[in-house]
């Protein structure tokens, strides 16, 4: 199959282009960004209509990945964020359309059920409230997902939402919770903990992630919704203590002010992944950890490699 992928110069895209090169799949790159390795790329922004079309015209699928993710970012320029997040998703989709694509694939997130009703059993088919969106970015989701369905509805066009845990690995944002943590490490710097430490979520390595997409794409993937949420609930005070383990370091620990807006996690069921499309994570958290580690130190030649246990 011959399969786009929007974003696929990014941290999640780039694995998943991995992914699907190594299922077999031809893949090209569709990102103002060039990819990480030799593979077709055209340089298109999601907001040029006609660009997406020209680009995608010779493809059987295409994964909508190209979004404004940062949440800080997204406070920032919430007109870009809604721009990019929203009215990119319907060109990526007006594009699929007309091109009479197979899937497209919605690459959604586990924040959406910060507008979720209730706390506990949290699943595909649990009803959202507008008035508890809570954050910008959560709502371009939901409004992303919303154009999904509504383009099925009215035009057909097949479609697969993923909504992501929240993914971890080699080549993700230096601004990420994870990634400061273990640069703060690595510097000797304190380790600052936004809020209580309390809060959690379920991580969920990227390569597990991106292993999904391709699973996805079989028949049991269409038109369908899935949560792609990591195997347990992780605390951000874990995430510091298991830096700390991994690097043999002494980090001072420090607290400050939460993120307005923060998802502060919740249970979700990722069952139907598993049951629709035999997909479960494999990797657990400090093992997956361990990796990134061990990636960013060869990247990037630190001497700390001689501090990690093990």
Same mark, same amino acid.
């Given at each position: ?24 799949? !031809?893949?090209?790159?569709? !990102? ?15 907001? !040029? ?27 920032? !320029? %919430? ?78 066009? %097949? ?10 690995? %080699?080549?993700? /944002? ?5 990634? /400061? ?8 710097? %304190? ?46 005070? /874990? ?21 307005? *807006? ?25 093992? *997956? ?22």
């Amino acid at each position: 199959m011959r399969v786009a992928v929007t974003g696929g110069a990014g941290f999640i895209g780039s694995h998943v282009v991995d992914q699907l090169l190594e299922a077999g799949h !031809d893949v090209v790159v569709v !990102d103002m960004l060039p990819p990480h390795r030799d593979v077709e790329a055209r340089a298109v922004d999601v907001l !040029d209509l006609d660009g997406l079309q020209q680009a995608t015209a010779d493809c059987d699928a295409v994964f909508h990945l190209a979004a404004v993710s940062n949440v800080k970012d997204v406070e920032r !320029d %919430p007109a870009r964020a809604v721009a990019v997040n929203v009215v990119g998703t319907t060109n990526v989709w007006e594009a699929a359309r007309r091109n009479e694509l197979r899937r497209a694939v919605l690459a959604s997130t586990v924040w959406v059920y910060g507008a979720a009703v209730g706390q506990r059993g949290l699943d595909e088919r649990t009803p959202m409230v507008v008035d508890s969106i809570g954050h910008t970015y959560t709502a371009t989701k939901l409004a992303a997902e919303m154009v999904v369905h509504s383009m099925h509805d009215l035009y057909g066009q %097949p479609f697969t939402i993923l909504r992501y845990g929240i993914p971890y690995g %080699p080549r993700m /944002r230096s601004d990420l919770v994870i990634a /400061r943590f273990v640069d703060n490490a690595l510097a000797g710097r %304190p380790i600052t903990i936004e809020g209580s430490g309390l809060q959690y979520r379920n991580y969920v390595y990227v390569e597990d992630l991106a292993r999904a997409h391709v699973l996805a794409l079989s028949d049991a993937g269409e038109n369908e919704v899935f949560n792609l949420e990591g195997p347990e609930p992780v605390s951000v005070r /874990r995430i510091a203590e298991a830096v700390q383990l991994a690097l043999d370091h002494r980090v001072r620990i420090v607290h400050g002010p939460a993120r307005a *807006g923060d998802f502060t996690g919740r249970e979700v069921s990722a069952e139907r992944a598993r049951t629709r499309l035999g997909w479960e994570p494999r990797v657990g958290f400090e093992d *997956g950890l361990r990796r990134y580690i061990e990636w960013l130190v060869d990247e990037t030649g630190e001497a700390a490699a001689s501090t990690m246990n093990g």
